[in-house]
């Protein structure tokens, strides 16, 4: 059952590609009902079949869904998302995914960003989804770090490190934020508003 859902998630939320090893134990983890580290913060793998959070739109009031620049800020976000792709979310809405732009170089593996609900784009260290987030919940607690990879490495997932400060930061091309911003532009151009740059 598990490796069709792997699959659909392969192809719904990282666009075809494999499931990174770490991603496929969280996954499978969560879905089996034994849990994995991460979600006693909150953080839960996405479904397979789960809306992108970058083209939910379904808070937004009426009033909203009538303004220009909140629209074309929508419009950003959901071009956003077919270069940011959604692998988890935290009971606050944020959520965190894998970089794959194709001005990217082809790093393996890609760079992890995490998108708070006011579109903030994070770029978070760690060469896997499981050092980014770790990267992103220790902040600078060692003793958390430590705890928190002591129980990743009970489902096979190791980080070779012992805190934050010494994973690998990979840096995203171009940088999300901006590109993002760009994509607002173009949009609010688009549709005949006074240009804000």
Known sequence: M?????????????????????VRLLATAQWEG???????????????SAQHPLIDTSYLSEKERVDPDIMANCAASEQMAKYLKAVAQDEDGNFYGYWLHPQQEDQQPPPVIKV??????WELGGHTF???CLYDIAF???ELFVKVAA???????????????DLAELSADPA?????????YAERERLGLPSQR
């Open 34 to 48: 034994r849990g994995h580290p991460f979600e006693q913060f909150g953080i839960t793998i996405l479904e397979p």
């Open 140 to 142: 600078d607690d060692d």
């Open 130 to 132: 499981s050092e980014a």
């Open 116 to 121: 708070d609900t006011e579109l903030t784009y």
């Open 176 to 184: 999300p934020e901006d590109m993002h911003r760009r994509l607002y």
């Open 2 to 22: 598990f490796d069709e859902w792997l699959k659909e998630f392969a192809q719904e939320r990282l666009g075809g590609r494999p499931v990174p090893e770490d």
């Open 151 to 165: 129980e990743l490495a009970r489902l096979h997932i190791s980080i070779p490190v012992s805190s934050r400060e």
